[in-house]
């Protein structure tokens, strides 16, 4: 039963897990799905405004044409002008000039994003007469080659679009020769705070997602503690049908055999052996009803139990229980410490008798060979306290020792009999009277039980 059980946790804890990691998947999924969208949207929108960036300032403009022209004429002229286009490609004058005419086009048609960007040089190539490609320069994109704007990292940023810019030219005069430059350009931008943007837009599906998992995660803890609930009620059924069939044994064999004696003639003639077989079959009956009548007696819940209360003077009363206990259990050593003062309560004497003879019957039970009973005056409550030198109770036990029909399986607890309602009752008692009860104890130290009422 229990290797099924453990299967059955492990099979719901990889579904779990599965199922989770399914949930996560597709979050992400829809995460990707979400950036793609709004990447598109940006790149829609930049483009409307950027589609000839030329437009933004004219003047800008025909500067860059003048310089990118100078530039590769100057290079026709003389080939060792070649490694220093690009460092005045990217220091041209009228470079902050366009960056702020550009990022004030963005803020004016964009105003709900703050957007950074970089335009970048990605190629510089002319071609002579002949058609030849003479490239002076061809890179990869990198933040280093941006010509205008503010952007400081291409590593977030979208790529918008590549501006191709060709321009034709002729050094008749000088070098009888035409040429055409041909450059490309890329622009990118970069949203500041856009992971929260699309965070934001999956704020339904994220609720979503957590509401499901949770919901998840705590129908299987609910569905665990059930189950290892309903497994301890099972243990508890089990054994409690186990000590029933073993205290019901032996008076039902006894009366068995009883009867079968007094079906003998000679012991119906013989008055004396007849008079001490029946007082034999009276007994085990009365034993009987004393195991059903503790049956059903024990197993009421505090709420169900009906007290007939008087007014009770202490310590007087529990001298009466430790006198009876003494009659029964003369091996035992038993002190007493009651508090002077004489203190009257309102309580069921019966029941109360029965609860508190119910600890002591047990600490006997589970080895002590001494009890301590002490009484106290503590913040307006009237506090009894049984200590034992027994074999005391397992700290991980302690939470379970006052339910209904459970035993604490340790030490030399299966030579003990019983029917696990003993403390149970008690607990069930102290509550009826509106009382607290507790227990200190560890395994081989043996056990404090302390009582307490109002007063």
Not at 112 to 119: G, M, Q
Not at 308 to 331: C, G, Q, W, Y
Request: with cysteine.
């Amino acid at each position: 039963m229990k290797q099924k059980i453990n299967l059955l946790i492990g099979f719901s804890a990889v579904v779990l897990i599965a199922l989770s990691a399914i949930q996560y998947y597709l979050v992400k999924t829809a995460y990707e799905y979400k950036v793609e969208q709004f990447r598109s949207e940006i790149k829609e929108k930049i483009a409307k405004i950027t589609n000839d960036y030329s437009d933004i300032d004219s003047t800008i403009f025909n500067k860059k044409d003048l310089l990118y022209k100078q530039l590769a004429e100057n290079y026709i002229r003389d080939k060792k002008t070649r490694f220093h286009i690009k460092n005045q490609l990217l220091q041209s004058d009228f470079k902050n000039e366009l960056t702020r005419k550009l990022q004030e086009e963005f803020e004016n048609e964009v105003p709900d994003l703050e957007i950074d960007f970089a335009i970048v040089l990605d190629k510089f190539v002319i071609y002579d007469v002949t058609k030849e490609a003479d490239t002076i320069f061809a890179e990869k994109p990198f933040i280093e080659n941006k010509i205008y704007g503010n952007l400081a990292s291409l590593d977030d940023a979208f790529l918008i679009r590549n501006y191709v810019g060709t321009t034709s030219g002729s050094l008749q005069q000088e070098l009888n020769s035409d040429y055409k430059l041909l450059t490309e350009d890329t622009l990118y931008v970069s949203i500041q705070n856009w992971e929260t943007i699309v965070l934001k837009r999956m704020t339904l599906l994220l609720v979503f997602a957590v509401f499901s998992i949770l919901t998840l995660i705590t129908l299987f803890v609910i569905a665990l503690k059930a189950l290892i609930k309903q497994k301890k009620v099972s243990d508890i059924k089990t054994d409690f049908i186990n000590n029933i069939t073993h205290e019901l044994k032996t008076p039902l064999t006894t009366l068995s055999v009883s009867t079968k004696i007094l079906e003998r003639k000679e012991t119906r003639e013989n008055e004396a052996v007849f008079n001490s077989v029946l007082g034999t079959i009276n007994r085990q009956n009365s034993r009987l009803q004393h195991l059903i009548d503790q049956v059903l007696t024990n197993s009421l819940g505090h709420q169900e139990i009906e007290l007939h209360k008087e007014r009770v003077l202490m310590p007087n009363f529990l001298n009466t229980i430790i006198a009876d206990f003494k009659i029964s259990n003369p091996n035992i050593l038993i002190e007493t410490h009651f508090h002077s003062q004489k203190t009257s309560l309102n309580l069921d004497k019966f029941h109360l008798t029965t609860a508190i003879a119910n600890v002591l019957e047990n600490a006997v039970k589970y080895g002590c060979k001494s009890i301590a009973v002490k009484s106290s005056l503590i913040e307006n409550q009237f506090s009894i306290s049984i200590s034992d030198d027994g074999i005391g109770i397992s700290k991980s036990k302690h939470s379970l020792l006052f339910d209904k029909f459970y035993r604490v399986e340790q030490g030399n607890l299966h030579d003990a009999k019983g029917l696990g309602l003993g403390l149970y009752y008690v607990d069930q008692i102290i509550k009826a009277h509106h009382g607290t009860i507790n227990v200190v104890s560890d395994l081989g130290k043996g056990s404090t039980f302390n009582l307490r009422f109002s007063i």
